[in-house]
């Protein structure tokens, strides 16, 4: 079985991270699992987990009342799930639930956030990596109201 | 400039608002041949003409192919014609995608929406023959799941072929087990040799615009990125100066383009 | 197949009658609803004689003059191309029967006009209709059948209006070829006649049956000194070094927006370019719905609706109107068809009811110190760009 820091090493969030960092990183990394159709984590919770997908998908929902759940974004193999963890107030936007089954590493949050309070370094080397994807996010948001295939589009 | 008579073989319901007539000349000939990405003008009786591209023969069949998605009245008319009612149809018109000059290399189509329809019959040619060519993957975008076209065709695609699929709706309900996000962000989920590899795109002028930023940024020479454009057409032999863009018409050097050749005009405000 | 020969007026009204016994229609100027515009003519009392046109920029009015000059005016509101591509035509018709219809295509029509008192920048615009209806991937039937069985009569220009400027665009003002008889009316103490060259077999075969002489040295030398002093007379000036590219890298330029300012969209300056060939089609039903119809009708880059798409207009600004007239007709045109679309003739000039003027509007856009400018500025006063 590969270890934990292979792991990490291999996901390309991790991508040519100083080795230092990366023991960091598994010192905070435990594998998890996810079965089709549950919940990894509610709107509203407290985010203090940091997910790296290995494999599956997931789904980000929202819930209006009275109305089915509406999937806005899925992610999958070779990217992360969130950065609610890393932002006051620290919950979840979304509600995140496995549509098939996910294998993950989740990095404890807190954790994360004392040693990015204590080395800024690392603090500047964890969100350059998380930048372009919330930038992406925002972009493909974006796109996804401008209702391309809409009859207007 | 005289639209031929044809006969509505067939009628697939394809989505909620769009739907396939296959169509074969009224007088019994063979239906016209025509390359991939080329288009028709289809007339219905009293209301009017609208290009539309060609969406097959699909393997087996031998008419013509036409996906057709309700917008206007002239689409509304034609989607009221029932089986054994006539249209008229002039063509086959305009550029087609580069299936020849192709070979050998990596294949990436993104398709958004209606745009996967022209592109159909580029994917079979291109299956036709695949020991032609590398990797090729298909990335398809629509609105929800039920926007979706042709999704049993792409499970034989996927399987048998080794065409890398990826669906992604923009929006879904719970039920929907595939990907949610726009159709670049499929982009980094296949494999290609961005320097070795042509590119086919067809969906709306953002969507597109928005891939050949995306597949410029991972190598890809803006000589081998292919997009087609759509402006108003009325005469599709160039006479009639409505599908202008820039220097180009779009019914006879166009729909497909060589992005490299319209990109001085491509994202210019109403232009 | 330089050859000059000498006919007087009545020599030209022969020449129109023998063309008439030819079956050609004759189509010439004449003056209706005070302006000079291109009919039928039966004769030359339907000529503008004594008449002659003032032009500035949003301004015609017609003149007397104080000889009995035939061909003593420049151009009207009209060019050929109404003759060759006629604002309305019918393309088809279609007979419903039940699920089923017909096609009943129309015949061609196979008028045989002749023109009489063809300017030379006409010429020239009838040479870049050719390219887009003869010249290209498609050929357009109608056009090709109403062009080949025209004849030619050219009048060089005696004088230049104040919209004229085709020295710059190198169309005029002599008419080099391209004809089959060029004229130069000359009326002095000896007299009113033609100097007429003769630039077609078809031509000398025609004048043979008109009474004429041969030109003296001297009347031939006079004609080409009207039509030079023509050129030399043209205050209106277009530089075309380089057009193309410095419009389409000013596509942005804040000017265009000034331009809109005052454009009005009225397409004015399309329905008179004797060039602009922009049609579209009209699909008609009677009031039983059983017969169809398709009409082609000439249109314009300025009307609502040109460039509509699925859900709306793509250019629905009258900057970008004017953007896609100006720049087809100086700069894409050159990239479609090898050519300028512009004649010089000056028509989109005198016509635009705001006196619009392209050759005063193009340096500014292509003024390379403003071209930078990053806001589109809406100027109040016009002609002050910072």
């Known amino acids: 079985m590969k270890s934990l820091e292979s792991i990490l090493a291999a996901h390309p969030f991790f991508e040519n991270l100083d080795p230092q960092y990366m023991a960091l990183m598994t010192g905070c990394a435990s594998n998890v699992r996810f079965e089709a159709g549950q919940f990894i984590h509610r709107q509203g919770e407290e985010a203090n987990s940091f997910y790296i997908i290995r494999q599956g998908k997931v789904a980000l929902e929202v819930c209006p009342p009275e109305k089915e759940p509406i999937t806005v974004q899925t992610v999958s193999d070779g990217e992360i799930l969130g950065w609610a963890w890393m932002v006051p107030p620290y919950h979840w936007q979304f509600d995140a639930q496995a549509i098939e089954l996910t294998r993950a590493i989740v990095l404890d949050g807190r954790c994360l956030r004392t040693k990015c309070s204590e080395d800024h370094a690392l603090g500047y080397e964890l969100l350059s990596r998380l930048l372009p994807i919330i930038g992406q996010g925002m972009e493909a948001t974006r796109m996804q109201l401008l209702d391309l295939y809409g009859t207007r589009g | ?271 | 197949m330089a050859e000059e020969i000498i006919i007087d007026r009545e020599g030209l009204d022969q020449l129109i009658h023998v063309l008439r016994e030819m079956g050609f229609q004759v189509a010439g100027p004449t003056v209706r609803d005070e302006a000079i515009v291109y009919e039928s003519i039966r004769s030359i009392n339907d000529l503008p004689e004594g008449w002659t046109d003032e032009q500035k920029g949003g301004y015609y009015r017609l003149k007397k003059r104080s000889d009995k000059a035939l061909f003593g005016y420049v151009v009207g509101p009209h060019s050929w191309k109404k003759f060759l591509h006629p604002p309305e035509r019918r393309l088809w018709q279609a007979k419903q029967d039940g699920n089923d219809f017909e096609i009943i295509p129309e015949e061609l029509a196979t008028p045989k006009f002749a023109f009489l008192g063809v300017r030379s920048c006409e010429l020239h615009a009838i040479a870049i209709q050719d390219k887009v209806f003869l010249d290209d991937t498609y050929v357009n039937t109608d056009y090709k059948i109403r062009r080949e069985n025209a004849f030619f009569i050219a009048v060089q220009c005696g004088q230049s209006a104040g919209t004229c400027f085709c020295v710059s665009m190198k169309t005029g003002p002599k008419a080099e070829s391209g004809f089959d008889l060029a004229m130069t009316e000359i009326l002095n103490d000896d007299g009113h006649y033609f100097v007429v060259e003769v630039g077609s077999e078809q031509g000398r075969k025609l004048m043979e049956k008109i009474p004429h002489r041969q030109a003296h040295s001297k009347e031939v030398e006079q004609a080409n000194h009207i039509v030079n002093e023509t050129g030399i007379q043209m205050e209106r000036v277009l530089d075309t070094t380089d057009l193309k590219e410095l419009l389409y890298k000013n596509l942005e330029h804040p000017q265009w927006d000034d331009i809109a300012n005052r454009c009005l969209s009225c397409a004015n300056c399309t329905m008179v370019c004797p060039t602009c060939f922009c049609s579209t089609v009209e699909d008609v039903t009677d009031i039983t719905g059983e017969h169809a119809e398709r009409w082609q009708k000439w249109d314009s880059c300025f009307t609502m609706d040109f460039s509509h798409l699925h859900g709306g207009e793509v250019r629905s600004s009258t900057k970008s109107k004017y953007r896609q007239w100006l720049t087809h007709k100086l700069a894409s045109w050159q990239d479609q068809f090898g050519s300028s679309g512009c004649v010089g003739c000056g028509r989109c000039i005198t016509w635009c009811p705001v006196a619009i003027d392209l050759t005063e509007e193009i340096p500014k856009i292509c003024d390379s110190t403003t071209q930078n400018t990053s806001t589109p500025v809406k100027n109040e006063a016009p002609n002050e760009i910072p």
Not at chain 2, 204 to 219: A, D, N, Q, T, W
């Open chain 2, 1 to 271: 400039m005289t639209p031929v008579p044809h006969t509505i073989k067939k009628i697939i319901r394809e989505t909620h608002d769009t739907f396939t007539l296959d169509l074969t000349p009224k007088d019994g000939s063979e239906p016209i041949s025509f390359l991939p990405g080329q288009f028709n003008m289809l007339y219905a009786f009293g209301v009017g003409e609208i290009p539309i591209s060609i969406s097959g023969p699909a393997p087996g069949t031998r008419g013509m192919l036409h996906t057709i998605r309700e917008v206007g009245t002239v689409t509304q008319a034609l989607h009221k014609l029932k089986k054994g009612a006539t249209v008229g149809l002039r063509g086959p018109f305009g550029s087609s995608w580069p299936i020849e000059t192709s070979k050998g290399s990596d294949i990436v189509i993104l398709a958004g929406g209606i745009g996967l329809a022209p592109l159909r019959p580029a994917i079979y040619n291109l299956l036709e023959q695949r020991d032609q060519f590398g990797n090729i993957a298909l990335l398809y975008g629509t609105r929800e799941p039920k926007d979706l076209l042709f999704t049993k065709e792409f499970e034989k695609w996927r399987g048998k072929l080794g065409v890398q699929t990826k669906i992604t709706v923009d929006k879904a309900g719970s039920d929907w087990r595939g990907n949610v996000g726009v159709v670049t962000t499929s982009i980094p989920r296949v494999s290609f040799d961005p320097p070795h590899t042509i590119v086919m795109i067809c969906g709306p002028e953002i969507m597109m615009r928005y891939s050949v930023i995306e597949m410029k940024r991972l190598g890809v020479s803006e000589d081998r990125i292919y997009i087609t454009m759509e402006r108003n057409m009325k005469c599709a032999v160039g006479f009639c100066g409505h599908c202008q863009f820039g220097p180009s018409f779009i019914c006879k050097d166009g729909p497909v383009f060589r992005y490299d050749r319209i990109k001085h005009f491509f994202g210019i405000r109403e232009i």
